[in-house]
Each structure stands twice: as structure tokens, then as C-alpha cells.
């Protein structure tokens, strides 16, 4: 009987080799998207970023929808500890809900009217603020998950552009707070959701690198 045979990249012991193209293949894709979806609402381009129903948004959902379901997978396939898997699934899947159902805007504009603390900004942008905490914790968990320092170079690249995306959003409630922000640039306030979806797609970039047990 002729006995199994490894992979010939695979040693004993050894890490398995990441998926090298996905990455690449995943951000050109994306980058292509928002390129194309400027140039078809040229010269108005800002609308193909700043609505709730822009094909940016459109995009920003399908990502976060795309990963709850990577994670999933990832998790079936022992490539990530189960409860970090599951964890990631809900966040993953929760927040795409809330970008489909803008639920966190909800909040933000509506809360007021059923809570008087809605008058602190602090109050309003609670959502936005626990995204970013909770994040950071979720990914250094995930970071001790990823087998490659180039996978794991990724996913923090993608946090600090969602952080940056979060610090663009949440400008003008700052500036009254400290009147010694600048105005923020009319370009980077309309290129907020591309940074959202940038940031998604590196986490996402990241996560499709993982090779699973062979």
C-alpha cells in the first residue's frame, strides 16, 4: 500500500504556508470597485461615498457579511479557536446588520427622544466608541490566532484605517468640544466610507490568508 504523502511545502510540525494571491486578488478588487463606482457618478463622484445607499455602502455590507461567513469557515476548519470564530461570526454578522439597517445612525440622531442622556455626544456616539474598543481587544485576540507576521501585518493595517474612518466620522462632534480642530477636508470627510471598506477588506485580506489544518 503506498503510504499518504504530505504536501511537499509542508513539513512535520511545520506552519502551513499562507494562501499567497487571495490578498492581492481581494484588494485590487475593491480598490476597482470604488474607482469604477467614482468614475460612473462622475462629476457628482462624492455620491458614490457619502449615501446610505451608495455603492460604496452597498459594498461596506457585503465585506462585513463576507467575513462573518469566513470566520465561520475558518472555525469549521480548526483555522481559528472556536470561540474566537463564533465571536467573530455574531460581531461580523451584527455588524453588517446594523450597515443594512443603519442602526447605529438610528441611535445617533434618534435617541434623544428616549433618553435624556442622548444630549451628551459621548452618549450618542456610544456604538462608534464600543466598535473601536471592542475591535482593538477582538484583534489582539485574533492576532495570536493568525500563524504569519505578514497576515498579521494586514489585519492591524486594516484597524488603523477603520480607525481612521472613525476619527473622520466622529470630527464634528469633537470640534465644538475643542475649537482648536482645523476643518476636516471636505475630500477625507467624503472618503469616509471608502475607509470603512478599505478596512474591511484588509481584515477580510487577512482572514483568507489563514490556511486551515492539512
Known amino acids: ?28 478588487a475593491v480598490l476597482g470597485f470604488l474607482l469604477l463606482s467614482a468614475w460612473l457618478f462622475a462629476p457628482g463622484w462624492e455620491r458614490a461615498f457619502r449615501s446610505d445607499n451608495s455603492p460604496t455602502s452597498w459594498l461596506s455590507g457585503a465585506l462585513l457579511l463576507t467575513l462573518s461567513i469566513t470566520t465561520l469557515r475558518l472555525t469549521a476548519e480548526r483555522a481559528l479557536p472556536w470561540r474566537l470564530g463564533v465571536w467573530l461570526t455574531l460581531a461580523f454578522g451584527a455588524l453588517a446588520l446594523d450597515e443594512q439597517f443603519m442602526l447605529h445612525e438610528l441611535w445617533k440622531f434618534r435617541c434623544h427622544e428616549w433618553l435624556d442622556a442622548c444630549r451628551a455626544s459621548a452618549v ?25 507576521r505578514s497576515t ?51 481584515v477580510l485580506a487577512a482572514l483568507l490568508r489563514q490556511p486551515g489544518l492539512r
Open 1 to 28: 500500500m503506498t503510504p499518504h504523502r504530505r504536501a511537499p511545502h509542508t513539513l512535520p510540525g511545520a506552519t502551513p504556508a499562507p494562501y499567497p494571491w487571495v490578498a492581492p486578488a481581494l484588494l485590487c
Open 124 to 148: 450618542r456616539e456610544a456604538p462608534i466608541l464600543a466598535v473601536a474598543a471592542v475591535g482593538l481587544v477582538t484583534l489582539a485576540w485574533l492576532h495570536r490566532a493568525l500563524s504569519h
Open 152 to 202: 498579521r501585518v494586514l489585519l492591524w493595517t486594516g484597524f488603523a484605517v477603520g480607525v481612521a474612518a472613525i476619527g473622520v466620522d466622529l470630527w464634528p462632534e469633537a470640534q465644538p468640544h475643542w475649537p482648536w480642530l482645523p476643518e476636516l477636508p471636505a475630500l477625507i470627510a467624503a472618503l469616509e466610507e471608502a475607509l470603512e471598506v478599505v478596512a474591511e477588506a484588509l
